[in-house]
């Protein structure tokens, strides 16, 4: 069946610009996650959504981040204002479940210029 | 504030042998652990979830150990393929009031010479 799919694959920016990132889970998986991969940060949990609510988004970096699901399914994450450090690449991940096996998507890399 | 430690950093073999790579983690009150493997340029693919009243894990050549109440894991390969090779990354799963985080170590980059 189809896996986690993310979109767009490559994204470039130029700072201070908004851009959307988008992930489309595994159908009926209940659970979603969000990372972030850096060179100098290794693999960042960003936020966990089960259902459309999130009940902690104190990972998130900063106020300029936002994430949102609709409908159990899809889910979007906003960066506003992008700076160069958010260059890195946005991984996404579901699963059937909460504290299940994460399937994850091939991720969106994000240049900010 | 949970921290993983995975050693050795990098690690090359011949074909054929057996490895262990370790994982060490402060938190011990985790709910369960994976184990992920991570090729160049792209994303993760879960290897095996072990839950926190497992000892051990399964999958064909990988078995993964997990002793809670010291902080440790290991994940053992036996007789290494050189698609093999990949870097492998543990991730204890912390999960409370109601939220859930995973959080990576840096993982070893193995390389399987044939």
């Known amino acids: 069946g189809a896996g986690v799919s993310q979109s767009p694959s490559n994204k470039v920016t130029e700072k201070g610009k908004d851009v959307e990132l988008r992930c489309d889970p595994i159908?009926?998986?209940?659970?979603l996650y969000w990372y972030r991969q850096s060179l100098g940060q290794g693999l960042e949990f960003l936020i966990y959504f089960q259902g459309n609510s999130a009940p902690d988004k104190s990972g998130l970096p900063s106020d300029r981040f936002s994430a949102e699901r609709t409908g159990g399914s899809v889910s979007t994450l906003t960066i506003q204002r992008t700076q160069q450090e958010d260059s890195a690449v946005y991984l996404c991940?579901?699963?059937?479940?909460?504290?299940?096996?994460?399937?994850f998507g091939p991720g969106t890399r994000l240049t900010v210029l | 504030k949970q921290e993983v430690t995975q050693i050795p950093a990098a690690l090359s073999v011949p074909e054929g042998e057996n490895l262990v790579l370790n994982c060490s983690f402060t938190d011990s009150a985790i709910y369960n652990l994976q184990w992920f493997r991570q090729d160049p340029g792209k994303g993760l693919t879960s290897l095996l979830l072990?839950?926190?009243?497992?000892r051990e894990q399964t999958s064909g050549r990988l078995n993964a150990s997990l002793d809670k109440s010291s902080g440790r894991s290991t994940l053992y390969i036996a007789a290494s393929q050189p698609g093999d090779s990949a870097t492998y990354l543990c991730a204890p799963c912390i999960s409370n009031f109601g939220n859930e985080k995973l959080t990576f170590g840096t993982g070893t980059r193995l390389t399987i010479i044939p």
């Open positions: 991940a579901s699963s059937p479940q909460a504290r299940g096996t994460q399937y």
């Open positions: 159908s009926g998986h209940t659970a």
């Open positions: 072990i839950q926190s009243s497992q």
